[in-house]
T-cell receptor, first 115, second 110 residues
């Protein structure tokens, strides 16, 4: 079975804190993604990675950074949390075949509240 | 800008009826199409994928793809209250990055 694990499910952080969201996948997938999801706005891509140490910006990278030191692990970092980053964060992975047939699998989500 | 459009709903159907969810996409080179179900407060889970024109059936679910018209649909037969959720359409084309629609809310009432 496909497994994407987000270790922190519910977090409450203070404005200005540095926040780490961790994600691990056990399918040996090449691609990993971080999305945020807000009511009425759908899924918005923050960053993605197609290989170890490789990353590319998505649609809303401002205020975020990522790290992928190992193939199975992709971390999202909020350098200085702000209240407008309160959201549900979803990690995902996909096998890595360029083109068709690239099913994406999601973790359970991390609910972040910044106060 | 690649776009995937879905009617936000809510789509309300009685229990036992067929629910029909539609999705249109803008990128003609799109190759892979996915339907996800998302319960409130949960993450999206994959229901079906479809790659070729025509119908693909899996239990009570049927995905339909028409590349010429650039739409993909999901039919849910014998709808159950447990099918009440938001359904997300996702499309991938020449890259591995999917484009998601904003989802259609489905309510199945007893």
């Amino acid at each position: 079975d496909v497994k994407v694990t987000q270790s922190s499910r519910y977090l409450v952080k203070r404005t200005g804190e540095k926040v780490f969201l961790e994600c691990v996948q056990d399918m040996d997938h090449e691609n990993m993604f971080w999305y945020r999801q807000d009511p009425g706005l759908g899924l918005r891509l923050i960053y993605f990675s197609y290989d170890v140490k490789m990353k590319e910006k998505g649609d809303i990278p401002e205020g975020y950074s990522v790290s992928r030191e190992k193939k199975e692990r992709f971390s999202l970092i909020l350098e200085s949390a702000s209240t407008n980053q309160t959201s549900m964060y979803l990690c995902a992975s996909s096998p890595g075949a360029y083109g068709g047939g690239n099913t994406i699998y999601f973790g359970e989500g991390s609910w972040l509240t910044v106060v | 800008q690649k776009e995937v459009e879905q009617n936000s709903g809510p789509l309300s159907v009685p229990e036992g009826a067929i629910a029909s969810l539609n999705c249109t996409y803008s990128d003609r080179v799109s190759q892979s199409f996915f339907w996800y179900r998302q319960y409130s407060g949960k993450s999206p889970e994959l229901i079906m994928s479809i790659y070729s024109n025509g119908d693909k059936e899996d239990g009570r679910f049927t995905a339909q793809l028409n590349k010429a018209s650039q739409y993909v649909s999901l039919l849910i037969r014998d709808s159950q209250p447990s099918d009440s959720a938001t359904y997300l359409c996702a499309v991938t084309g020449g890259s591995y990055i999917p484009t998601f629609g904003r989802g259609t809310s489905l309510i199945v009432h007893p």
